[in-house]
């Protein structure tokens, strides 16, 4: 099935489910996971940047899947990673290249079609920049 997963998680009400569909397939293929937050930072003309969130949300977020992973028996490493609001998508597949991920697992805020392609949903980028298959959790 697939040797490698990359599993993007966040603070939403999806990402346990997008932990638990990453150990299904995992435990299903004996893959190994590389778990990936991304920290994001708004940028501000004239003004410089600020995170969204704190180092420790941050940490705690990708430490979380990842713990709950290696529980289960799966081959776990992680990531955190900064980038700027808005380019989560490019970093999220740079990721599942770098790290020769088969599937890229993430989650949905549960947005309809539309409205993601109004707002531009990270789901609905990923699935347009990647070369490979993307399971995306509701």
Do not use: F
């Amino acid at each position: 099935m697939y040797d490698k997963l990359l599993v993007a998680v966040d603070r939403s009400e999806a990402a346990e489910r997008v932990i638990h569909a990453a150990q299904e397939i995992a435990t299903l293929s004996d893959g190994e996971v590389w778990v990936l937050h991304l920290r994001e930072k708004e940028v501000m003309p004239r003004g410089g940047s600020y995170a969204i969130e704190s180092d420790a949300e941050a940490h705690a977020v990708v430490e979380h899947a990842a713990q709950v992973l290696d529980d289960a028996g799966i081959k776990t490493h992680y990531e955190l990673r900064n980038t700027i609001y808005g380019q989560a998508a490019r970093e999220i597949v740079a990721a599942a290249h770098a790290h020769g991920a088969g599937v890229i697992v993430m989650g949905s805020r549960g947005r309809s079609d539309l409205t993601g392609l109004v707002l531009g949903s990270t789901a609905h980028k990923v699935i347009h920049l990647s070369d490979r298959p993307v399971l995306v959790v509701r």
